[in-house]
């Protein structure tokens, strides 16, 4: 998205650190972020808002751990796509509703001719190769190979961690 | 492969609400709970327990750090699987490391490194180079065409 990079004060970098890692789980969070910050809570929503709006922060909300929630089967599906086609492929496979992240990556050639990724979660592997074969339609020959690395297991989530 | 938390209707319910924009309001908990039917202090004690389970990683704005400065890179190495633990340990101790997966294929780790400023990553992944002793192959993205972290419990 070719945007300005929004102006963020030491304030607004004060508020992403104390944030970062999460609201505090009390009936008035935004009084207590503020209250660390020496600032309002009027002005910490103030500020969360302008984030929100400036596109620094995508939403607020939880981040389920997908294998507790019954995504226990997640792939990474890697496409070799025409370069010339892949932008307007790309848009489409991430708009697929099955697909969660979707993004154009560089070659590692020889070993890796992947520049397409897009991510699958589903209950179980069978929805994964069904939904990466849905996949494979939409690409039809502007795709020369494909793979689909599956995890096995969540070594680290604990999301972004910047120093103050 | 871990398992799917057991988790009753209530507890779905919740995390499908949280997943959308929690309000930017005084008494942002007290809202979401009346939308739910459940009293405030109800979300709070379910909230609680679904982090110490684990079902829910975190819970709080999701920053676009590239909109502030920084950067994010998703990385792979290729681990033998003698020093796959000591690997992971290594890798994982970098606070720049925000999540990492295991995967089945010859580039078994990957993992996304997010930091406050683009030369950071460049940074980091010497960092993690050093202290593993194996190469870092960063997957920088080139375009996003779709990110949307909801799921549906």
Known sequence: MPESKPDLDATDRRLIVATQGGLPRVPRPYDAIGGELGIGGDEVIARLQRMLDSGVIRRIGAVPNHYAIGYTANGMSVWDVDDTRIDELGARVGALEFVTHCYRRPRRLPDWPYNLFAMVHSRNREEVAARVAEIAVLLGAACRAHDVLYSTAILKKTGLRIAG | ?153
């Open chain 2, 1 to 153: 492969m871990p398992e799917a938390a057991a988790l009753d209707e209530t507890d779905r319910r919740l995390i499908n609400a949280l997943q959308g924009d929690f309000p930017l309001v005084a008494e942002p908990y007290r809202e979401v709970a009346e939308s739910l039917g459940l009293s405030e202090a109800e979300l709070l004690r379910r909230l609680e327990s679904l982090h110490q389970r684990r079902v829910l990683t975190r819970f709080g704005p999701m920053f676009q750090i590239e909109r502030a400065g920084g950067a994010f890179v998703l990385a792979a190495m290729k681990v033998a699987e003698a020093d796959f633990e000591r690997v992971a340990a290594q890798v994982n101790a970098f606070p720049e490391v925000a999540h990492n997966y295991r995967r089945e294929h010859a580039l078994n780790m990957w993992f996304v490194l997010a930091t406050a400023t683009p030369q950071g990553i460049a940074e980091t992944i010497a960092a993690i180079e050093a202290a593993t002793g194996l190469p870092v192959f960063p997957f920088p993205k080139e375009r996003e065409y779709f990110v949307e972290m909801k799921l549906h419990a």
